[in-house]
């Protein structure tokens, strides 16, 4: 099997945020993964880590050829403040960015919930980052689409869509889908997350939609951010 995951990088604002640092140290400890830390100006003076380009003071500014293939952004979701800039970050940033939201020490994955819709997408990388970060962890997986109710039929392209994402993660892991239902996808995840006790990442395929189709039912990606407490993993 081709290893996709190859580096973790840790981007730290200020001096409240070192804990993103750490958490990301222990990660790639964890999975035997290259690390490294990113620091805006204002923090360059105090460490002896690497410095970013002169001028750079957030993570909207972080120069995207910083995202070679195979990484791992952390960072924590308050690095951006503004809802525009961080919608914008997450829709241009190539890699995936694993956010914290609150201090907390890494440890093994237990499971890592999958927030699909079933919809086919253009690039599987992100997916197949995720799978040897859940490997390297021996994290259980669970593909969790939410739907509005049961009338709510999934049609044939659905259907072979969340095949082929299931067939991704197995026979490597064990992975299955489950469907849950609420009027909202962040509801859905929520109540999920509460009945299992057991989730500790929760992962999301980022997607750009229409500005009819956010006006309506917001953008699940920052709603998942927004209301989750746990690590989330923008793919």
């Known amino acids: 099997m081709l290893e996709h995951w190859k580096y973790v990088q840790a981007f730290v604002s200020n001096e409240d945020e070192w804990f993103v640092a750490e958490y990301a ?19 360059v003076e105090a460490s002896n880590e690497f410095a970013l380009d002169s001028g750079v003071s957030s993570l909207y500014e972080l120069p995207k050829r910083l995202a070679e293939p195979g990484g791992l952004l952390v960072a924590s979701w308050y690095s951006i403040r503004d809802s525009k800039d961080k919608k914008a970050f997450i829709n241009e940033w190539p890699q995936p960015i694993l956010f914290l939201k609150q201090e907390s020490n890494f440890e093994a994955y237990r499971q890592i919930v999958l927030c699909s819709d079933f919809d086919e997408h253009e ?65 859905g995840v929520k109540a999920y997350i509460q009945h299992k006790q057991t989730v500790d990442l929760v992962a999301v395929i980022r997607r750009r939609h229409h500005f009819l189709h956010e006006l309506l039912f917001g953008n699940h990606t920052i709603e998942l951010g927004k209301h989750l407490q746990l690590p989330t993993l923008i793919l």
């Open 123 to 187: 690039n599987d990388e992100g997916l197949y980052i995720l799978r040897d970060l859940a490997i390297s962890t021996k994290a259980d997986l669970r593909i969790v689409h939410v739907k509005p109710s049961k009338d709510d039929v999934h049609s044939e392209a659905r259907m072979e869509e969340a095949e082929r994402e299931l067939h991704i993660f197995q026979p490597y892991l064990t992975a299955k889908t489950r469907t849950v239902y609420a009027s909202q996808v962040y509801k």
């Open 25 to 43: 140290r222990q990660l790639a400890e964890a999975a035997s993964k290259k690390y490294n830390i990113l620091l805006t100006d204002s923090l």
